[in-house]
């Protein structure tokens, strides 16, 4: 086993990777430390799928399989890029990409006609949504600014929008009829064995899961959605915002909820879209349209249809006497119910707060909006942030201090709607939840297109997640907070937990405080209005809305933080940052050859990677190549060697160089002298040459040979365009 393992995924961080890698390998050698690439990119995930379909020569290992063991090992360390939680039409894409080049992989089956297509649809929905992260979170996280990220920020700080008291912008959430209302939760004093069974009112049964093991302690919740009131709040949310003239925006997460969400998602298309949905009813289902996979693939879908300018004209009808509806891309005319995957909340609402409370229309205007977020659970989050900015003002990035996150997801921890536990109910009737003796622990009554949902949260997570609390707050002195919802059956659980744990520590001198989440919003905003910092301390949805919130409103991105997931036994993984905009910075590269990923996530991961080397291992090249790395990226800061957003200036190869340049400085003054100083010397005697480059390329359009799969020599000669580096690193 190599001594780091890095993960090359998809889009963005996948094309700064070829840049990146190579000189990270380079000097790592040099140093005597190993570190290896493991493919967990989309691609990968399905081929390793079904190696039976493949030739030998096609056939890739299961890296997602094989790291998913390495967590348990107490030796592991993983730097883990952003990838794509695939949502239905994005796995479809990349299945005929993949077909496209030759990979005889098979179609995905909506509705399987025979045990084949069941096993091999069973096969796909482990690849979809958030299959990456279950696997590899072993640990809790720690998420937060590095200081001198957070310094360069307040020195250099980005525009946040301005609010003010009469800002129209608005969250609008169910109040019945939600996860929120119907959630019941079980903390389970003995080990037993769940089995979720589904009783129709004509007393057919169905067994929906058998067997879930359950573990002392362990907290299991069950809830639903009513597809009946969902349908009724769509209808009444159009409304409201036709009356509030105000642009209607839908913001769910399709991708990590990737049964639950485009499902939701789907009610919100045929709502917005009724009239068309029942005058062309026939014509829809003779093409195949599914309303989850939103417009985009129904327009595809329509194109040979002889009633196709009849259809078009409806919606021409629906959208002159709609609420205007917000746009993704208004130039494409692509709008927010395009495509379940490209409006993803904890990206979209961060950005939507940021400018102002606004998003763009069809003519590419900013204007105030209704977010409209179905269930309360975490709706109530941004709806506390916009109420807090519009009474006080925007939060100054120049000023403001910061909000670091301890989040519960080891184990799985409350992996909701993502899941094999989560089903859309075929008929009227009930669901049961019964242990092992045959005893009912849940009993619901649900009807016919209802989202039901369960999660389990493990005793072992729960306990090291307050541990790390604990330990930050010794360690910081910050207050902290414990986001807890007592209006909900399981914060109700963990609160009570929280309270008995708390007991087993020294808690003199510490501020620690369990809060309702709107309100936390408040006293956090309240906190760091006034330049100090504090800790969330929250559930693993929760934590990852909030590691977008407050970091794009304190730094600008989210792909800056250090995030630290230290795993249950005693190995490391180190994840990198948001990937929410990498497919706009692929397009941009396509057509463009310019690259505007920031690699800074990538940087502080490989720093806390190498120092966890050295606290394990005792490797001291670790060590030193650390503490340089710390200094490289300091001063790579302080020089502002960010990627330019703009085509013509810097991006994120020339932003590689410089990392480059300055680590091998700093190694040049340490023990491994003899190994960096020729290196150092060309570099910098190169420096003009090199940056010549990389901008003597850009302005005109590249061809990546796919977007899923790339073609690794075609990348190659776009990403690592400078033969004078090139050479310099041999």
């Given at each position: ?7 090359y995924?998809?889009?963005?961080p996948?094309l700064a990777?070829f840049?990146?890698?190579p ?14 690439k493991?493919d ?8 390793s ?6 030739k ?6 299961d890296y997602?399989?094989i790291?998913?063991?390495?967590t348990?090992?107490s030796?592991?360390n ?5 990838n794509?939680s ?15 080049k030759g ?11 025979n045990k084949?297509?069941e096993d091999?649809?069973?096969r796909?929905?482990?690849v979809l949504?958030?299959?990456?992260n ?5 640990g809790?996280s720690?998420?937060?600014?590095a200081?001198?990220v957070?310094?360069y ?7 946040n929008?301005k ?9 609008y959430?169910m109040n019945?009829g ?5 959630e019941?939760?079980k ?10 069974e589904f009783?129709?009112?004509?007393g ?7 067997d ?5 302690d362990?907290?299991v919740d069950?809830?639903?959605m009513?597809a009946k009131k969902?349908?009724?709040f769509v209808?009444?949310?159009i409304k ?7 642009l209607?925006s ?5 991708t990590m909820m990737k049964?639950?969400?485009p499902v939701i998602f ?8 009724a009239?068309?949905?029942?005058e062309?009813k026939?014509e ?7 309303e989850?996979?939103g417009l985009k693939d129904?327009?595809?879908r329509?194109?040979n249809?002889?009633?196709k ?5 409806k ?5 002159a ?10 130039d ?5 119910l395009?495509v379940p995957?490209?409006v993803?909340?904890?990206a ?6 940021r400018n102002s409370?606004k ?7 900013a204007?105030e ?9 975490y709706?109530i989050?941004?709806?506390?942030m916009?109420?807090?900015?519009k009474?006080?003002?925007e939060l100054?990035?120049a ?5 670091s996150?301890?989040g ?8 909701y709607?993502?899941h094999d536990k989560t ?5 009227d009737?009930?669901v049961?939840v019964?242990?092992s ?6 009993k619901f009554?649900v009807?016919?297109g ?5 999660t389990q949260?493990?005793d072992?997570?729960i306990?090291?997640w ?6 930050r707050a ?5 207050k902290?907070?414990?986001w807890?919802d007592?209006?909900r059956?399981?914060?109700r ?13 020294d808690l003199?001198?510490l501020?620690?405080e369990i809060?309702?989440p709107d ?7 309240k ?5 100090k910092d504090?800790?969330?301390v929250?559930?693993n949805v ?5 590691t ?14 250090l995030?630290?997931v230290?795993?249950l036994?005693g190995g ?6 948001a990937?929410g905009?990498a ?11 310019h690259?505007r990923?920031?690699s800074?996530?990538?940087f502080?991961a490989?720093i806390?990677s190498?120092e966890h080397?050295?606290e ?10 650390a ?5 490289a990226v300091?001063?790579w800061?302080?020089d502002?060697?960010?990627p330019?957003k703009?085509v ?10 410089y ?12 023990e491994?002298?003899?190994k960096f100083?020729?290196i150092s010397k ?5 420096e ?5 480059e990389f901008?003597?390329?850009q302005?005109?359009?590249?061809d990546l ?13 776009v ?12």
């Amino acid at each position: 086993m190599s001594d780091i393992i890095y993960t090359y995924t998809d889009e963005a961080p996948a094309l700064a990777t070829f840049s990146l890698y190579p000189i990270i390998k380079s000097f790592f050698a040099k140093a005597g430390i190993s570190i290896e690439k493991a493919d967990i990119s989309l691609a990968a995930r399905v081929l390793s799928t079904f190696p039976e379909k493949l030739k030998d020569s096609q056939k890739v290992d299961d890296y997602l399989s094989i790291l998913g063991k390495l967590t348990l090992d107490s030796k592991a360390n993983i730097i883990k890029l952003p990838n794509i939680s695939a949502s239905l039409p994005q796995l479809q894409a990349c299945i005929k990409e993949l077909q496209e080049k030759g990979f005889d992989v098979p179609d995905y089956p909506n509705e399987p006609k025979n045990k084949e297509e069941e096993d091999i649809k069973k096969r796909y929905s482990k690849v979809l949504g958030s299959a990456v992260n279950p696997v590899l979170r072993e640990g809790n996280s720690d998420r937060r600014a590095a200081n001198a990220v957070k310094e360069y920020a307040k020195a250099n700080p980005h525009r946040n929008g301005k609010w003010s008291k009469d800002s129209k912008t608005e969250v609008y959430h169910m109040n019945s009829g939600d996860f929120y209302e119907y959630e019941k939760s079980k903390v389970f004093k003995e080990p037993t064995n769940l089995s979720v069974e589904f009783i129709a009112k004509n007393g057919d049964k169905k067994v929906l899961k058998d067997d879930l093991k359950v573990l002392k302690d362990e907290v299991v919740d069950a809830t639903f959605m009513s597809a009946k009131k969902l349908d009724e709040f769509v209808k009444d949310s159009i409304k409201y915002a036709k009356d509030k003239e105000l642009l209607y925006s839908v913001h769910l997460k399709a991708t990590m909820m990737k049964v639950s969400d485009p499902v939701i998602f789907g009610h919100f298309v045929k709502g917005f879209f009724a009239e068309v949905f029942s005058e062309f009813k026939d014509e829809l289902k003779s093409v195949g349209v599914n309303e989850n996979n939103g417009l985009k693939d129904l327009f595809a879908r329509i194109e040979n249809l002889p009633i196709k300018e009849k259809i078009y004209a409806k919606f021409d009808e629906i959208y002159a006497k709609s609420p205007l509806l917000s746009m993704v891309d208004s130039d494409k005319g692509v709008t927010n119910l395009h495509v379940p995957s490209d409006v993803i909340i904890d990206a979209s609402m961060p950005a939507m707060i940021r400018n102002s409370g606004k998003m763009w229309d069809k003519d590419g205007k900013a204007v105030e909006c209704l977010a409209v977020i179905p269930d309360r659970s975490y709706a109530i989050v941004y709806d506390s942030m916009i109420k807090d900015l519009k009474e006080n003002g925007e939060l100054n990035p120049a000023t403001i201090g910061s909000v670091s996150n301890i989040g519960l997801m080891a184990k799985k921890a409350e992996e909701y709607g993502s899941h094999d536990k989560t089903f859309i109910i075929e008929d009227d009737g009930e669901v049961i939840v019964k242990d092992s003796s045959g005893a009912e622990v849940f009993k619901f009554s649900v009807q016919k297109g209802d989202i039901y949902r369960m999660t389990q949260t493990k005793d072992e997570a729960i306990k090291n997640w307050i541990k790390l609390a604990v330990n930050r707050a010794k360690i910081t002195g910050f207050k902290t907070i414990f986001w807890l919802d007592d209006r909900r059956a399981h914060d109700r659980n963990l609160k009570q937990i929280v309270e008995n744990e708390l007991k087993n520590y020294d808690l003199n001198g510490l501020d620690i405080e369990i809060l309702n989440p709107d309100e936390a919003v408040r006293v956090s905003n309240k906190i760091i209005r006034a330049g100090k910092d504090c800790i969330s301390v929250t559930g693993n949805v929760l934590r990852d809305y909030l590691t977008d919130l407050y970091p794009i409103i304190e730094l600008g991105t989210s792909a800056k933080m250090l995030s630290i997931v230290p795993l249950l036994n005693g190995g490391g993984m180190f994840e990198t940052g948001a990937g929410g905009s990498a497919p706009k910075h692929v397009q941009q590269l396509i057509e463009e050859n310019h690259l505007r990923w920031d690699s800074l996530g990538e940087f502080m991961a490989l720093i806390v990677s190498l120092e966890h080397l050295y606290e394990t291992n005792g490797n001291k090249n670790a060590q030193i190549l650390a503490k340089a790395l710390d200094k490289a990226v300091s001063k790579w800061l302080k020089d502002d060697k960010s990627p330019s957003k703009d085509v013509g200036k810097p991006d994120n190869r020339n932003s590689h160089f410089y990392l480059a340049l300055y680590l091998a400085d700093e190694l040049s003054k340490t023990e491994l002298k003899d190994k960096f100083e020729q290196i150092s010397k060309d570099l910098k005697a190169n420096e003009d040459k090199i940056n010549g480059e990389f901008l003597d390329v850009q302005g005109k359009k590249v061809d990546l040979g796919g977007y899923y799969i790339f073609d690794d020599k075609k990348v190659n000669s776009v990403m690592r365009c400078s033969k004078t580096l090139n050479g310099i690193l041999g």
